[in-house]
């Protein structure tokens, strides 16, 4: 499978894999065609440009964050 055509929940399993054989994806689905597209992301074979532009966009440590908002004010 090319990168080009890639959908970005495919790009991020796809990463993943690039990162090493002690890291495993564990993607969700909630349709066969979202199945399916996680499956074919198991073919995707990024090169070393393509991963070091995905590192360049996304360094360790962009992400930042609380997993869940706030919520506290909802519970008065």
Known sequence: MTTTRLTPAQLAPAWLLEQGEDIVPIPGTASIAHLEQNVAA???????????????????????????????????
Not at 57 to 72: I, L, Q
Request: no cysteine.
């Open 42 to 76: 198991a073919s995707v074979r990024l090169s070393a440009d393509e991963l070091a532009s995905i590192g360049d966009a996304f360094p360790p440590g962009v992400a930042a964050g609380d997993r869940y908002a706030d919520m506290s004010l909802l519970n008065r």
